[in-house]
């Protein structure tokens, strides 16, 4: 089994995609938006292209994200592995390349594309105060359990903003969602190959609802 996700930021994709990973097992988890911050850290032209571009909300032209995760599933996903793609795709040309990229797999028919659907202020509200932990960079959400969280749960290291989460930022990822992902979600709905899903809930409930509408 593969699987997409994708959703408004904050909609709590990562957390969905490590339930999924624990639940399934032998799945190869990418997430569009690590390879961007990992290739930010470089010290090449691209990366300070790149860098900037993150401080400010928005994305690289289409075929740097599509080129980033098929170089990294084409070097690593093994022929009885299936994979997680997070926060892909976000634009019709991505998820056009990724089915045909599929299609040479043989791996479209067992793809299920996931949207986590919250609203844009629900998402707004989560941004904002989510925190990452300064240490071991560990992500802690603003909801359910994890508000009450002062320090790291993992490692008891110092909280603090996500760097890429100031207001102008957060306004600027939800614009872009609102006129460019929206069509990815219309893309596969019109293929009938969209699962829609309540991100609204409580996390765990959230997974139950995965869970049985791929049943």
Same mark, same amino acid.
């Not at 993150?54 to 075929?63: M, N, Q």
């Given at each position: 089994?593969?699987?997409? $996700?994708?959703? %408004? ?9 490590? $339930? ?10 990418? &997430?569009?938006?690590? $390879? ?10 691209? &990366?300070? %292209? ?7 909300? !928005? ?19 093994? @022929? ?16 056009? &390349? ?11 028919? %067992? ?8 609203? %844009?202020?629900?998402?707004? !509200? ?49 614009? =872009? ?9 219309? =893309? ?10 309540? !991100?609204?809930?409580?996390? @765990? ?5 995965? $869970?049985?509408?791929?049943?």
């Amino acid at each position: 089994m593969n699987f997409t $996700l994708i959703g %408004r930021s904050g909609c709590g994709k990562g957390t969905q995609a490590k $339930l999924l990973m624990k639940h399934f097992g032998n799945l190869f988890y990418i &997430s569009t938006g690590d $390879l961007f911050r990992d290739l930010a850290k470089a010290d090449t032209d691209t &990366s300070i %292209r790149i860098k900037k571009i993150i401080k400010e909300g !928005g994305l690289p032209f289409d075929d740097m994200a599509t080129t980033l995760w098929m170089h990294k599933l084409a070097y690593n996903l093994k @022929e009885r592995q299936g994979f997680i793609l997070d926060g892909a795709p976000r634009r019709v040309n991505e998820a056009k &390349s990724l089915d045909k990229f599929l299609d040479f797999l043989d791996r479209k028919d %067992r793809t299920f594309n996931l949207l986590i659907d919250i609203s %844009r202020e629900e998402a707004f !509200g989560r941004l904002s105060k989510r925190r990452i932990c300064k240490k071991c960079g560990r992500l802690i959400p603003w909801v359910g359990e994890f508000k009450k969280i002062k320090v790291c749960d993992k490692c008891g290291g110092e909280l603090v903003t996500r760097p890429d989460d100031s207001p102008e930022a957060i306004k600027s990822r939800l614009d =872009y969602y609102d006129e460019r992902v929206t069509k990815v979600v219309k =893309y596969y709905e019109d293929q009938n190959r969209l699962i829609r899903i309540n !991100g609204e809930q409580p996390i @765990e409930d959230v997974f139950k609802e995965i $869970l049985i509408k791929l049943k």
